[in-house]
């Protein structure tokens, strides 16, 4: 997908936009930096004493992590990898103010130190090449995910690998996404971090430009294969002239409110098998009305003083695909008067999209009812009735039973459990086909077409018949039909 770029100066700076979404903006970048940058490499110090320490920086390419990286004298190396020529051109010109030089070399920059080398690559295809135990600090400055391709190096393998080439002890810091307003995407990283056997502190911080754009308090994990303690925190060494990080107060960022952090142990954890965190995303307030809320006075609770075990599972299906949603829907038939009315309508046809919104997609969901209410339902019984042969006896039985009531006019007092799951399954697959094949689903009321459109009245031909439509119906209808029965096994 083509990346755009956007620069918006400023009295006092710039802001940079990347595909819309805000990057940094020059007022307040050096909070975000110096809480994703100083605290891991600070602690990498103070762990490997009297020792050059080599950083690996992944994505960044705006030169900002790395101007704050390059700080410390103890750094005598660093690996920028960053997928976007673009961005680094930026870094080099644009940028260059901003981030004291850190991008040019030795004979043009202030800093007058060559200790960057800069590769042009995907990050992951990077690090997967990488020897083991080969940095004392990986630092990943990604931008949020837009597309479900995006979420690859946030998955549970991607981590693995950065532990991998980090030394016994290494640090790792990562920006995450907002736990005021992804939830239980900040919490299936937290989940994905633990299940790659790493031992996770999570940050919460408040970025003025960010909460401007609506992005809520901003998430970092600082993470290590070995326990990081309080008292370790507590004695690092900080660099002087910083902006954002002050004495003890930067400690606070650790503390996550009771509200939030209840949720921790709800999201799965996200792999490239079966991908977790866009759905999160997309979807942020799932499950969080079904979960018991805390008082919202309550103390937050302080993760210094906590080292947790991962408790997410694995996920067994990817929640955005239409199998994985029509499952739901299936689910729903034996669940419905036990999941709260706001939990039913984003799992049954969760955003799938990054504008869209729960509240468009429970606006869609209340047109359910007029769609079915469009079913010509003797076309329907007599179609399925000219198939018999490929039904039950006993389904076939109830179908004509039915029909004959319709016919009659007679009320339907009854209708018997078989029947109804059969309706409901075709129901469900109308929706399906009208997502993705809209306007052509066999047995509506009207269709639409380059033609104009027209009425079915019983006697058409073919051509009014929708047949594109009906076998999008009945192949969805067999295919939904074997993961109800699957289901039941």
Request: glycine content about 6%; aromatic content about 10%; overall charge negative.
């Amino acid at each position: 997908m083509p990346t755009s770029l956007f620069i918006e100066h400023h009295p006092n700076g710039l802001a940079f936009y990347i595909n819309g979404d805000l990057q940094f903006d020059t007022a307040d970048e050096a909070i975000y930096h110096e809480y994703l940058v100083i605290p891991a490499i600070a602690l990498a110090v103070q762990r490997f004493p009297q020792t050059p320490l080599r950083v690996l920086l992944c994505g960044g390419g705006d030169g900002l992590a790395v101007r704050d990286i390059l700080r410390f004298a103890e750094v005598s190396d660093v690996t920028l990898v960053d997928y976007d020529a673009e961005v680094l051109a930026l870094g080099r010109t644009v940028f260059q103010p901003y981030n004291q030089g850190s991008l040019l070399s030795a004979s043009e920059t202030a800093l007058g130190e060559n200790r960057l080398t800069t590769y042009t690559q995907e990050a992951f295809e990077f690090v997967a090449g990488l020897p083991d135990a080969c940095y004392h600090a990986v630092i990943c400055d990604f931008t949020f995910p837009t597309r479900s391709e995006d979420t690859q190096i946030y998955s549970r393998e991607w981590f693995q690998q950065v532990q991998r080439v980090l030394c016994p002890g290494g640090i790792m810091s990562t920006n995450g996404v907002s736990p005021e307003q992804r939830t239980l995407g900040f919490w299936c990283l937290y989940q994905t971090l633990l299940a790659a056997g790493l031992q996770v502190k999570p940050l919460q911080v408040a970025i003025p430009s960010f909460r401007e754009h609506g992005y809520g308090d901003w998430g970092f994990f600082l993470a290590s294969a070995l326990p990081i303690t309080r008292s370790e925190l507590e004695t690092l060494v900080l660099p002087k002239n910083l902006s954002a990080l002050h004495s003890q107060d930067w400690l606070q960022a650790f503390q996550i409110p009771a509200t939030i952090a209840q949720h921790r142990h709800t999201a799965n954890v996200h792999t490239l098998d079966c991908p977790q965190l866009f759905y999160y995303l997309l979807n942020p307030r799932l499950q969080l009305t079904a979960t018991t809320i805390v008082d919202s006075e309550q103390e937050p609770i302080d993760f210094l003083d906590l080292q947790e075990v991962g408790t997410g599972a694995i996920g067994t299906r990817d929640l955005l695909q239409l199998d994985s949603i029509a499952t739901a829907w299936l689910d729903h038939l034996h669940q419905a008067e036990k999941l709260p009315q706001a939990v039913q309508s984003v799992t049954l046809m969760p955003v799938q999209h990054r504008y869209h919104s729960p509240q468009m997609t429970t606006e869609w969901l209340s047109y359910l009812k007029a769609l079915l209410e469009e079913i010509n339902i003797n076309q329907l019984l007599a179609s399925l009735l000219e198939r018999a042969q490929e039904l039950p006896p006993q389904l076939v039985r109830e179908l004509k039973q039915l029909t004959e009531k319709l016919r009659t006019g007679q009320p339907l007092t009854y209708v018997s459990e078989h029947t109804a799951e059969l309706i409901t399954l075709l129901s469900v697959t109308i929706l399906m086909a009208n997502v993705t094949t809209p306007d052509i689903v066999f047995a509506k009321g009207s269709s639409s077409s380059s033609r104009g459109s027209s009425s079915y009245d019983g006697d058409s031909g073919d051509d009014q018949f929708g047949w594109l439509g009906f076998w999008t119906m009945m192949i969805g209808g067999v295919w939904l039909w074997n993961l109800y029965k699957n289901s039941d096994d």
